[in-house]
């Protein structure tokens, strides 16, 4: 079983859809969680934490299920600059950061 | 603003050529690092460090090496190249851990083709 696992996609939604991912991990004692974007052809980027009460950054929730040992992405009202690869990131109790594969999404006019 | 730089976007090597990937930043961070990307495999650390000098390896450190002269240059160095090395490479730095931020900067990558 793969250390951190993502649905790979693609996940092609219209505008305005609301869409979300999950990502699964393997180790219960991971300690923090975090989800980067990488648009095509470039570097990956943090796109935000994913905290034990969930966060909010504007249309971008973050939830984590410590007891499923999986977190979450939801995306509201999904604009096309939203198009991107969505990566998982997992810091195992080594401190090391275990990057899922990452999940496509195109939303489309 | 936060840099990291990769001194190749694009490189193009004959298999059995020592290939040199340089990475520079400028943010004075401790760690830096470098990954593969592959299609459907995701993002695989090669090698790390933590410090001027020292390296560790990564999950992946077969077929390359590593070397730190100076905190802000890590580079990447593959001495017989393989076809089978034909991937992205990313380099990566941050901060000593506070408190596993979890934010890593990443230069624009490199792509590498080996023939």
């Known amino acids: 079983r793969k250390e951190v696992e993502q649905d790979p996609g693609p996940f092609n939604v219209p505008e305005g859809a609301t869409v979300a991912f999950n990502c699964t991990y393997s180790?219960?004692?991971?300690?923090?969680f975090f989800w980067y974007r990488q648009d095509c052809r470039k570097e990956p980027k943090l796109l935000m934490s994913?905290?034990?009460s969930g966060n909010e950054d504007g249309r971008f929730t973050a939830q984590l299920n410590r007891a499923s040992q999986y977190i979450s992405l939801l995306i509201r009202d999904s604009k096309l600059s939203d198009s991107a690869t969505y990566l998982c990131?997992?810091?195992?109790?080594?401190?090391?950061?275990?990057f899922g594969q990452g999940t496509e999404l195109s939303v489309k006019p | 603003d936060v840099k990291v730089t990769q001194s190749s976007r694009y490189l193009v090597k004959r298999t059995g050529e020592k290939v040199f990937l340089e990475c520079v930043q400028d943010m004075d961070h401790e760690n830096m690092f470098w990954y593969r990307q592959d299609p459907g495999l995701g993002l695989r650390l090669i090698y790390f460090?933590?410090?001027?000098?020292?390296?560790e390896k990564g999950d992946i450190p077969e077929g390359y090496s590593v070397s730190r002269e100076k905190k802000e240059r890590f580079s990447l160095i593959l001495e017989s190249a393989s076809t089978n090395q034909t991937s992205m490479y990313l380099c990566?730095?941050?901060?000593?851990?506070?408190?596993?931020?979890?934010?890593?900067?990443f230069g624009e990558g490199s792509r590498l083709t080996v023939l």
């Open positions: 990566a730095s941050s901060f000593r851990d506070r408190g596993n931020t979890g934010e890593l900067f």
């Open positions: 180790n219960s004692a991971s300690q923090s």
């Open positions: 994913v905290y034990s």
């Open positions: 460090s933590y410090d001027v000098k020292m390296k």
């Open positions: 990131v997992v810091i195992s109790p080594g401190g090391k950061l275990i």
